[in-house]
């Protein structure tokens, strides 16, 4: 294919923006775009936004604020800002950034070559942040646009039911759409022709998969994956614990290929703050699940997202958390202190967190955590693991250089998510191997292969 220019996307943000950049690389592509990794090679850059925390969103507008002076030297260049920033500002978005070309909503990408033609006839400061209820359906189905071809996204359904008061998605990705299941059985086959071995399915509630459309269930989802041949490894994010069924945790214990490792985030671990969240669940709820999902699977990796510092903690709410962590042991966690965004209810609240303390809070529940994760980690130590081999390390463990004579350190993954660096000088990325665990560090383990074997 004959292409017209270069594109450059830059993605801020969670696993789903990562999606949705390859969807817009896709499109990209089919207009005559070839991808490219040098920005200043570019004919049209595009940021894919996220919106989550104001650090974000700063991010998202300084990037694009750089290319005033850069257009002035390259009249034809397009600059496009697209996703959830784009989607909660709309033509604001052109107060902060003058020289922005198109305003790309969450649910607008089907549409992203028409405003690009607009541009190139002329027409000045395009927008779109009109709803959809179509998701990707009629959008190209995605295959591999670069050499990361062992692990995937595939996203199942885009937006949010469930309003939690600190949260923007519902605002800016719109309400819970489901995939259908054909549509998303095609792509994962596309990427297992591609070579793709683990496929992660993407939704901000991916357990409630098709319960408003009357769809097969997640659980029935996640056995049809598990039956197509090529996939070795599925991983799901994120899950509700409101919605944690007995099914699925069924589906975890039986189906061989889906991972033994489940991420659910709790938030808090205080019944007071989980309600002005809006969370649906009492810690209680929450605890009676990790429990029976432990008694089904007992050697489960299990990981949580924690906001501290949301408005109204008292310190008895913290300790709660705290407390929390000590009683379930998770594998790792993702914390992070409480920032208001401006068109979530939360930001209304009074009470709001002293920063001081949230970050001391935060500190505190880091160090507590810290010891948790090196205790699973040395857990690990004697154990011969499979591990999906990611590619080379980019840093050196120190100490190790006598057992690296020769070879190179490898980087793979265990089933359970944790990150495993190994010596080797002949296995092939994408194969799973069985590693003995030798040593164990507070993000990653130590091992030597037993010898190489594909799955
Ligand atoms: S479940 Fe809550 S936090 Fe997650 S995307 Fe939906 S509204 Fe946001």
């Known amino acids: 294919m004959k292409y017209r220019g270069y594109a450059y996307i830059y993605t801020i943000g969670c696993q789903m923006n990562v999606y949705d950049s390859e ?22 850059v ?36 697209a996703g959830c920033v784009a989607q909660q500002e709309g033509e604001k978005a052109f107060v902060r950034v003058p020289h922005l070309d198109i305003v790309l909503g969450t649910q607008a990408f089907s549409r992203f070559g028409k405003l690009i033609d607009a541009v190139k006839s002329g027409k000045q400061k395009v927008v779109d942040i009109n709803d959809s209820s179509m998701i990707y359906e ?3 189905a995605t295959s591999c646009t670069d050499e990361n071809k062992i692990s995937k996204f595939v996203t199942i359904m885009q937006g949010c039911d469930n309003y939690c008061t600190y949260c923007v998605v519902p605002h800016v990705r719109g309400r819970e759409r489901s995939r259908t299941e054909t549509n998303i059985v095609e792509e994962i086959n596309l990427l297992v022709k591609a070579g793709v071995k683990e496929i992660t399915l993407l939704g901000q509630n991916v357990n409630s998969y098709g319960q408003k459309e009357g769809l097969i269930s997640f659980p029935q989802l996640l056995a049809k994956v598990n039956d197509i041949n090529g996939v070795h490894r599925i991983r799901f994010a994120t899950s509700h614990p409101k919605d944690l069924s007995d099914d699925l945790i069924y589906a975890i214990r039986d189906l061989d290929k889906v991972c033994n490792h489940l991420h659910l985030p709790i938030q808090s671990g205080s019944n007071k703050i989980l309600k002005k969240m ?29 906001i501290v510092g949301f408005p109204f903690e008292s310190r008895e709410d913290f300790n709660d958390t705290m407390n929390l962590l000590r009683e379930i042991e998770f594998d790792s966690i993702f914390a992070f202190a409480y920032s208001d965004r401006s068109s979530a209810p939360a930001a ?10 949230k970050k001391e809070r935060l500190n505190r529940l880091l160090e507590l955590q810290e010891y ?13 693991l499979d591990v999906l081999v990611e590619g080379k390390s980019g840093k050196k463990r ?5 057992a690296l004579k020769n070879m190179e350190q490898m980087v793979g ?5 944790k990150i495993v660096h190994f010596p080797s000088k002949d296995v092939i990325i994408g194969d799973i191997i069985k590693i003995r665990i030798e040593n164990a560090y507070p993000h990653s383990l130590w091992g030597h292969p037993l010898g190489a074997q594909n799955k």
């Open 372 to 384: 948790y994760t090196e205790k699973k980690n040395k857990k690990q130590i004697g154990k011969i």
């Open 23 to 44: 969807k817009l690389a896709i499109i990209l592509n089919s207009y005559g775009y070839e991808t490219t990794d040098d920005m200043d090679k570019a004919d049209i």
């Open 413 to 417: 993954r265990t089933e359970s998510n």
């Open 46 to 81: 595009v940021c894919n936004t996220c919106s989550i925390r104001h650090k974000a969103e700063e991010k998202a507008f300084s990037f694009l604020g750089r290319f005033a002076r850069i257009k002035k030297n390259k009249p034809h260049l397009i600059t496009v800002m």
């Open 278 to 306: 809006n969370r649906g669940y009492t810690r209680e709820k929450y605890i009676d699940r990790i429990f029976n999902l432990k008694k089904e699977c007992p050697d489960i990796a299990l990981s949580t997202d924690i």
């Open 398 to 402: 120190d100490g190790f250089d006598h």
């Open 138 to 140: 009629a959008m190209p």
């Open 348 to 357: 209304k609240f009074s009470n709001q967190i002293d920063e001081g303390k």
